[in-house]
């Protein structure tokens, strides 16, 4: 039952747009999308402008997802968007304990993490639970 108030207090999903696994604004005021238009996964990183700093697509096969196995306190979902050695993973985190939910993105080159971004909790669009894309490894 704890699960299920937890899970009722995330940002709503976004029904209206079917194609988003994953949206937010960033702390720093920059937004991130991933799209799944069926064929493909794609990621953007727009400035504070609205203008495109990055976007690009891979092919679904590329694409993988870390799925929570209600196991454990962290209720963890994330997407990675492999772009050659560097990945884009978009995740949140629910501490079904404390209540807190954090959602964010990691860049990793090389397997190294470079950068992290956190986002506003509240501007979260997160569709990731039960996304048909390969298993992390």
Request: with cysteine; hydrophobic share 40%.
């Amino acid at each position: 039952m704890f699960g299920f108030a937890l899970l009722a207090s995330l940002p709503a999903v976004a029904y209206a747009h079917p194609d988003i696994i994953f949206s937010c604004t960033t702390t720093t005021g920059k937004k991130v999308e991933v799209h799944d238009s069926g064929d493909a996964v794609s990621y953007r990183l727009l400035d504070r402008k609205g203008m495109d700093e990055l976007a690009f697509s891979v092919p679904r096969s590329a694409a993988s997802t870390y799925q929570w196995d209600g196991i454990g306190k962290d209720m963890i979902y994330s997407v990675q968007i492999p772009r050659g050695d560097i990945v884009y993973e978009v995740f949140q985190d629910a501490d079904k304990v404390s209540q807190q939910v954090r959602s964010g993105i990691i860049v990793t080159i090389h397997g190294k993490t470079a950068a992290q971004l956190a986002c506003k909790q509240e501007t979260v669009i997160n569709n990731m639970e039960g996304v048909a894309l390969r298993p992390a490894s």
